[in-house]
């Protein structure tokens, strides 16, 4: 059984199509990190057996970047107490059904130093997280870790490094851009030339499930990126977005300066995962995920 929360999210609400793509039983979580009562409630109506793992795919947080910044309190609040009591819930839970838990944690890898342009940084590379959102999840797993420690309970922790798709909220990226491209606003895009290592968030879902698939059977390691190792600029995103719009030659484009917190170079090395999959990472090319994102 793998539960998941965060189901309507950008990414989360594409992990019910891969569980059921692999014929695995999951079940969404619905209540709030702050509610511990309506998740005793849920979790307690649902059936598992005993002697069987039980996997909580912990995919809820504030994710907004600039939200995080503006209110950091808040952030630490949901994004590590919340989620590191939520956590605690469900391993009390398991516990008291006799079942074995297992916890995968989404977290993310902007938690990682500065790169050297043309480098792909790997599980052991230095931290050092920029931005509120990023400590705040650099700072959970190490919560999560303990408690782990303290509980027994298996946990891995995810990196996942850039993420786009279809229908996801205001505030990420590619819709920016769409936003952007649709409104002609092109003279003063921040960051434009950053590179990211980006993943559909469908790809991403598929991954994370068959991490909980491979984990059942091997519990190390705990650390794994989710990445594909290949850069992409923002340039070169906002082209294929005009290339999707139907425009017949490309406008010249102009750079604002990226966030204080920002990083011109992020891409990750996911021969980790590659191995435990036994396939490369990316399964929908970015040209697809794009013309996904703009019909949508």
């Known amino acids: 059984m ?43 109506s649902i059936d598992v057996r005993a002697g069987d793992p039980v996997w909580l795919v912990q995919l809820a947080a504030r994710v907004s970047v600039p939200g995080c910044q503006q209110d950091p309190t808040g952030a630490f609040e949901t994004n590590v107490r919340d989620t590191t009591e939520t956590v605690r819930e469900f391993v ?31 599980e ?41 798709g279809p229908s996801q909220p205001p505030h990420y990226v590619l819709p920016g851009l769409i936003r952007r491209a649709r409104e002609g606003r092109l003279s003063d895009i921040p960051g434009l030339s950053h590179v990211r290592d980006y993943l559909d968030a469908r790809d991403v ?16 390691p705990r650390m794994i990126n ?22 017949q030659s ?5 750079e604002a300066p990226g966030r204080a917190d920002d ?5 990750g090395d996911p021969s980790r995962l590659t191995a435990l999959l036994g396939r490369r990472p990316r399964q929908i090319p970015l040209q697809r995920t794009i013309r996904d994102a703009l019909e949508s």
């Open 2 to 44: 793998i539960l998941f929360n965060g189901s309507t999210g950008g990414l989360g609400r594409y992990l019910g199509d891969a569980l059921r793509a692999r014929g695995l039983a999951g079940a969404p979580l619905f209540s709030r990190l702050e509610d511990r009562e309506a998740l005793r409630d849920q979790l307690a």
């Open 205 to 220: 879902c598929r991954i994370l499930v068959d991490l909980c698939a491979a984990g059942i059977a091997a519990p190390e």
């Open 226 to 247: 989710v990445c594909s190792g290949d850069g992409m600029s923002i340039r070169a995103i906002v082209e294929e977005i005009l290339v999707g719009l139907g425009a």
């Open 124 to 164: 052991d590379g230095a931290v050092a997280p920029r931005s509120v959102y990023a400590r705040t999840k650099l700072e959970a797993e190490h919560a999560l870790m303990r408690l782990a420690a303290q509980e027994g309970a298996a946990l891995w922790i995810a990196r996942i490094f850039g993420l786009v």
């Open 92 to 122: 009390a839970w398991a516990r008291g059904r006799r079942c074995t838990p297992r916890v995968l944690y989404t977290s993310t890898g902007h938690v990682y130093a500065r790169q050297e342009p043309g480098s792909r940084i790997a």
């Open 263 to 267: 990083l011109p170079w992020i891409v």
């Open 250 to 254: 490309l406008p010249i484009l102009g």
